[in-house]
T-cell receptor
């Protein structure tokens, strides 16, 4: 089973910031949080990942709470091309790295 | 360009036939994965392999088989024992444990 919980869907107005939450209350100390997105009928695309510090790249920002039990992916200025399913997963660089995905959040960008 | 190649993009088979989906990567990645996706659903792990000549079952391995004879290749066979094989199949790889996963573009299998 997936170790993360995400809302099934969200709406965001074009040009506004999209904030996608993820709950990972059972995360362990050496597990990273990864975010991916999947545009219809394509393979998922890596967005960002982090361990405990906030991270930012050209695509998004990742905010991880101090207790690491939840995180938020921020798309600062959403466009119609950001319409996709967003997956949050937790992984540890361990012997048995199964990489389990949940159902993700379907983000609708409204014009 | 480096990447993961899945072929074909669309595949049609008659019920009761085995079919093999190809996945090739030139990224020099050690670990490879197969996922199944049904409409409106997330990705479910079928099989994964951390190293050549070794692989493990994922959550829904029944009716599927794999091999990992070469680092670059991880073919998936959908057997006649798989009761509902029509789905979108995704292959993925990662260089080592904990690194970001790269995905292929997927194969849509339809069994009629």
């Amino acid at each position: 089973d997936a170790k993360t919980t995400q809302p099934p869907s969200m709406d965001c107005a074009e040009g506004r910031a999209a904030n996608l939450p993820c709950n990972h209350s059972t995360i362990s100390g050496n597990e990273y949080v990864y975010w991916y997105r999947q545009i219809h009928s394509q393979g998922p695309q890596y967005i960002i990942h982090g361990l405990k510090n906030n991270e930012t790249n050209e695509m998004a920002s990742l905010i991880i709470t101090e207790d690491r039990k939840s995180s938020t992916l921020i798309l600062p200025h959403a466009t119609l091309r950001d319409t996709a399913v967003y997956y949050c997963i937790v992984r540890t660089p361990a012997q048995d790295d199964k990489i389990i995905f949940g159902k993700g959040t379907r983000l609708h960008i409204l014009p | 360009d480096g990447g993961i190649t899945q072929s074909p993009k669309y595949l049609f088979r008659k019920e009761g036939q085995n079919v093999t989906l190809s996945c090739e990567q030139n990224l020099n990645h050690d670990a490879m994965y197969w996922y199944r996706q049904d409409p409106g659903q997330g990705l479910r792990l079928i099989y994964y392999s951390q190293i050549v000549n070794d692989f493990q079952k994922g959550d829904i391995a029944e009716g599927y088989s794999v091999s990992r004879e070469k680092k670059e290749s991880f073919p998936l066979t959908v057997t006649s024992a798989q009761k509902n094989p029509t789905a979108f199949y995704l292959c993925a790889s990662t260089p080592d444990r904990g690194r970001a996963v790269a995905f292929g573009s997927g194969t849509r299998l339809t069994v009629v």
